[in-house]
């Protein structure tokens, strides 16, 4: 290989890629020395498309899929995180690792690992993470609702009241239960806010797949952003060699917590608008998605979080 082609395939730090991938019914395998993916489409013709892995930071791979290993160990050579869902991006399901098939290198950063293991053990310091987490995670949304132009058409903005008690519930609290219950009228003033000015009513239903109203298809849509935000946390945790069993506020019970905890910095911001939006304009899955995903990119979604673990690690040494 000549030193031109291999500067030219030298991977993007993680923290600049701008690919997101979600496939299904296709057979992902390497095809002379390149990542590809093969449709059945029952054509006579195979036709090939190729899979940009240099610059790719997670790939879901839906029904009907699967997955070579020689493909597999390339992926994992770029340090690509893979995960199996389910039709339209939920439910996710793997087997290495509770949110995502993580590439299984050694060669990973140990001063963050260090850092979040110390202060995790302290439940003084843990606390504070948490409300650190969930303030920037007020602040962040704070922003995007305001430059959202599909909100702001619809004169959908933050209240201010909800965003103020929320706020001070979060300093005053005194656990990560009294935390998550402010976080739970939070988010119902999230969804109540848009609702309204969509106009149309909404409870929050995990998980029930039906597409038979405009609450449902939002619901489906929220499952299926929330996914892509597990992805952007996943790579951002994987790439800084913090483990994800490692939770500041939630899934104390479940391996992947801190995936959980880290995405939610922009589910408030970027995924619960785009899914209400996409459910009232009539978008389909795959309309939905794009749109999502290219708001995470607009916004360099993969940056902020490493800066925001980064300079949190920094506040807890």
């Not at 929320?166 to 402010?182: H, K, V």
């Not at 309204?196 to 449902?216: I, T």
């Not at 939610?264 to 899955?285: R, Y």
């Amino acid at each position: 290989m000549s030193d031109f082609r291999q500067q030219r395939s030298r991977a993007l730090m993680l923290s600049k890629r701008a690919c997101v991938f979600y496939l299904e019914r296709v057979r992902v395998m390497l095809k002379d020395d390149r990542i590809v993916y093969l449709t059945d489409n029952l054509q006579p013709m195979e036709h090939f498309y190729n899979i940009p892995e240099k610059n790719m930071a997670f790939l879901l791979l839906g029904k009907g899929s699967s997955l070579t290993d020689a493909a597999a160990r390339r992926l994992a050579e770029s340090n690509v995180m893979v995960g199996f869902c389910g039709s339209g991006g939920s439910p996710l399901f793997s087997s290495l690792d509770l949110t995502f098939l993580a590439p299984q290198s050694e060669y990973r950063p140990t001063e963050y690992m260090q850092t979040w293991m110390r202060a995790w053990l302290e439940d003084d310091a843990r606390l504070l993470m948490a409300k650190v987490l969930l303030s920037e995670r007020v602040s962040i949304t704070e922003k995007a609702w305001k430059k959202n132009i599909n909100l702001i058409q619809h004169g959908i903005s933050l209240d201010p009241i909800a965003m103020t008690r929320f706020l001070q519930d979060i300093d005053l609290a005194n656990n990560q239960t009294e935390l998550l219950a402010a976080e739970g009228r939070w988010a119902k003033s999230l969804y109540k806010q848009l609702a309204s000015g969509l106009n149309f009513e909404f409870s929050r239903e995990e998980g029930k797949g039906s597409h038979e109203s405009l609450r449902d298809i939002a619901n489906s849509y929220l499952d299926h952003g929330n996914y892509i935000a597990y992805g952007y946390a996943s790579v951002t945790l994987n790439g800084m060699g913090i483990s994800f069993a490692l939770p500041i506020l939630h899934g104390k019970t479940r391996r992947g917590g801190l995936v959980f905890d880290i995405a939610d910095l922009v589910k408030d911001a970027f995924v619960m608008p785009q899914a209400f939006i996409s459910a009232k304009n009539g978008h389909n899955q795959k309309e939905f998605r794009m749109q999502l995903i290219e708001s995470c990119q607009d916004q360099d979604v993969l940056d902020y979080m490493f800066n925001f673990i980064s300079e949190l690690c920094n506040k807890i040494k």
